[in-house]
Each structure stands twice: as C-alpha cells, then as structure tokens.
C-alpha cells in the first residue's frame, strides 16, 4: 500500500509569509507526527495527532499549528515566517497513538527554505 | 527536559567489522527507546525500539540495541556489517506512560567500506 506522502516536496518562502505543509498518511492509519530537521538542531518533534486532536506537542512556538481532518489527513502551518524556519519537515503515520508503542513511518518530508 | 547524547558523529567501518553505536540519555523516569536509521536517499525507518520486557531487542537486518538502565544507555549493535548499512542513524527516547514526545539524538553516520 501506498506509503506516507507529503507535498509540496519542494517550497520557497519569504520571511513574514505563512506556509502550509500537506500530509498524507498511510491508509487505515490515525495517528500524524509532525518533526522538523535542521543541520543546527537535528530532528524535533513538533505534534502528534489523533482521531483529529493533537495529543502531544514539542517546544515550538505558536506560529507552528496543525489539525488533522476526518480522513486522518493533516496540515501543518507555520506562520510569519523567519530564516530559521527553513528546514525539512517530516511526517509520520502510525496505526495507533505513537505512546502505545504502534512504529511508525515516515515520509519523505517537505523541503522549506525561507529567503 | 530529556536529553539525547549521541558520541559516534562519524563512524568508519569495513565490512565484517562489528558495530556498536552509543546511545545514552538523560531522563529520570520511565523511557521507551528507539533506534532509526535513513539509508541514502531514503526515508527515516524504524530499527528497533524498547518499551519493556527483555531489554535485549532485535530489530530488522540483523542489527540489537540494549537497554541498560543503571546507565541511561540504549546502544546499537551489529555483528558485522554490510555495505548496505552505510547511513544515518538516530536514537530517540521518549517518555513512558501517557505522552509520546520524542528526543532525538544528532544521529551518527555510517559509513562502510566494502
């Protein structure tokens, strides 16, 4: 089956601009992460979601927000954008809620670079 | 807050050679730990994780990771190694109980040389 897809792959962004990543995940499962990787800080968690309700959050500030649809289908937004902003931001799928220890499995990811 | 301490930034093999990979973290409680590794132009995959029970576990290609409480430690072992095992690998530790917020370690590549 198809796997976890996350678009856009690729996304040029302007400082102060706002940004919506796209995440698809694979099919049955209702549990998104969302984790962001840089060179500087390596990869963080930033949410998790479940039957539509964020159930964990890392230390990101608010301008970094999610939901999840009926369908399991999740967006993550980043608003007012600044340079340090631009990373790779991945997604996960997992049958279950991840605490439960259910694997989960990632995309791979969306490319943001903020000029 | 948890902390994840990889020491292995870069780690340079042959193949046959074994492999062992640090890992320690840093977190008073109870922990569920994972291994993960991203081969070359792939997606992050999951290697191994640790939840409870034996705290021997196996993971996929051959490869174990212990959990030693009494020293925060989760290290990755192979036997020997294989040229397809060139990548990057990361653990991560997250809470026990009620909450999944995971911390990553910086990761440690891998390279093999054939």
Redesign the interface.
Known sequence: KAGVTQTPRYLIKTRGQQVTLSCSPISGHRSVSWYQQTPGQGLQFLFEYFSETQRNKGNFPGRFSGRQFSNSRSEMNVSTLELGDSALYLCASSSGQALSGNTIYFGEGSWLTVV | ?QSVSQHNHHVILSEAASLELGCNYSYGGTV?LFWYVQYPGQ????LL?Y?SGDPLVKGIKGFEAEFIKSKFSFNLRKPSVQWSDTAEY?C?V?PG???????????TSLIVHP
């Open positions: 807050a569920n997606h992050l995959q999951l994780k939840f990361f991560a997250t109980g009620g909450s999944y917020i995971p911390t990553f370690g910086r990761g």
